[in-house]
C-alpha cells in the first residue's frame, strides 16, 4: 500500500489545516491510521490515530482539542484538522497505517509510511 499525504502548508499561529492521507494499491480499510510529526533534529513523535472503523482515536495531549482524526472508508482516505495552530506545531507531517486494526502510539506498530508534508506556523 502506498500511502499519500497532502494539505500542509505556511500559516499563522491561529490558523487551521486540513491534513489528508489517501491510500492506494490496497485499501487500509482494516488498518488503523495515525499521524506522527518531526520536527528538524528530533525524533517522530505520535499525533493522532484512527481505528478501522473510526469508532477509537487517540491524541498526544499537546493536540487535544485542537486536532480531529477522521476517515472516510469510502474514499480511502484519513483527514487531521489541525486547529488553533501553534508555532510548536511546526514539523514534517507523516501518516502511517498500522499493522492492526486498533490505534496506537507506537510508531513500531506502523507497518506503511506516507511521504510527509510539511507545517510551518509562524508566529
Known amino acids: 500500500v502506498q500511502l499519500q499525504a497532502s494539505g500542509g502548508g505556511l500559516v499563522q499561529t491561529g490558523d487551521s489545516l486540513r491534513l489528508s492521507c489517501a491510500a492506494s494499491g490496497r485499501t487500509f480499510l482494516n488498518n488503523a491510521v495515525g499521524w506522527f510529526r518531526q520536527a528538524p533534529g528530533k525524533e517522530r513523535d505520535f499525533v493522532a490515530a484512527?481505528?478501522?472503523?473510526?469508532?477509537?482515536?487517540s491524541y498526544v495531549d499537546s493536540v487535544k482539542g485542537r486536532f480531529t482524526v477522521s476517515r472516510d472508508s469510502a474514499k480511502n482516505t484519513v483527514y487531521l484538522q489541525m486547529n488553533s495552530l501553534k508555532p510548536e506545531d511546526t514539523a514534517v507531517y507523516y501518516c502511517a497505517a498500522a499493522k492492526r486494526s486498533m490505534v496506537s502510539t507506537d510508531v513500531q506498530e506502523y507497518r506503511y509510511w506516507g511521504q510527509g508534508t510539511q507545517v510551518t506556523v509562524s508566529s
Open positions: 484512527i481505528s478501522w472503523r473510526g469508532e477509537s482515536t
